[in-house]
């Protein structure tokens, strides 16, 4: 069973920092691209950042421009979310996901293919 494997998430302070990682399978690490969504409670899920199959591109949602970098790892397989700067409105639960394209402008929650199981991000003092 094709799945994407995230990891990385936690409790950090306020202002502190992150990074998710997500394993893919080859079958789809080298044909999709790769990106992050977080749903918040009571919220619906929202795509945050994505990167094309050879990481020439790179998209990110407003909320998180300038603070969290997206990056991938061709070797191992693997993309990465650097999250910096968070604060209490960036908890969430975050699922790395592949599709067949990167968002334009708003990336839809029903685009990607592929979906990992989610990792847990609390930001708290």
């Known amino acids: 069973q094709l799945q994407l494997v995230e990891s990385g998430g936690g409790l950090v302070e306020p202002g502190g920092s992150l990074r998710l990682s997500c394993a893919a399978p080859?079958?789809?690490?080298?044909?999709?691209?790769i990106g992050w969504f977080r749903q918040a409670p009571g919220k619906e899920r929202e795509g945050m950042s994505c990167i094309t199959t050879l990481g020439s591109s790179r998209t990110y949602a407003d909320s998180v421009k300038g603070r969290f970098t997206i990056s991938r790892d061709n070797a191992k397989k693997t993309v990465y979310l650097q999250m910096d700067s968070l604060n209490s409105e960036d908890t969430a639960v975050y699922y790395c996901?592949?599709?067949?394209?990167?968002?334009?402008?708003?990336?839809?929650?029903?685009?990607?293919?592929?979906w990992g199981q989610g990792t847990q991000v609390t930001v708290s003092s």
């Open positions: 080859g079958s789809i690490f080298d044909y999709y691209v």
């Open positions: 996901a592949a599709s067949r394209y990167c968002p334009r402008e708003k990336w839809d929650p029903s685009a990607p293919n592929f």
